[in-house]
């Protein structure tokens, strides 16, 4: 029998945060946090809604996470996040120590990866799951801009 719980179960999850920040004319990246197969975490960018540059789905996510932890490390925890984390993201993800980063679609111009930031050296990275449809939501949304 197939696991339910899949990174691409997740990611569907992400997806949905997504698709409401496409929804509120929010750039369309959605994240989730997740412990032992729980979600502890939802969120998008808020970045329109709050007038505020760190409001980034990510950034949400790790807040919120911490308070339903209850402390600022996020060890055993996993991001699911749309869209590849930026630096100022990464920084943050950085110090919450967080167990693993899933992500899917890359952000060839912003993304961590690109701009060389680090993450914590225990930090798991698995990337591209799901690129097709994050990246679709992306390009949705841009074109509907223009």
């Avoid at 167990?99 to 899917?104: L, N, Q, R």
């Avoid at 912003?110 to 914590?120: A, I, K, N, V, Y």
């Amino acid at each position: 029998m197939e696991p339910i719980f899949t990174d691409e179960y997740f990611m569907k999850k992400a997806l949905v945060e997504a698709e409401n920040a496409f929804e509120k004319g929010e750039i369309p990246v959605g994240a989730i946090i997740v412990v032992d197969n729980r979600v502890i975490a939802r969120s998008h960018n808020l970045t329109e809604m709050l007038h505020d540059v760190t409001a980034h789905a990510e950034m949400q996510a790790i807040t919120a996470a911490a308070n339903f932890i209850g402390g600022k490390y996020l060890k055993g925890c996993t991001l699911y996040v749309t869209l590849e984390p930026c630096q100022m993201c990464a920084g943050a993800l950085y110090w919450s120590q967080i167990s693993k980063i899933v992500f899917g679609a890359r952000d060839e111009q912003r993304g961590f990866m690109t701009l060389g930031t680090q993450l914590h050296p225990k930090t798991e990275v698995v990337s591209g799951v799901m690129a097709d449809q994050c990246a679709q939501l992306m390009k949705d949304f841009f074109k509907k801009r223009r």
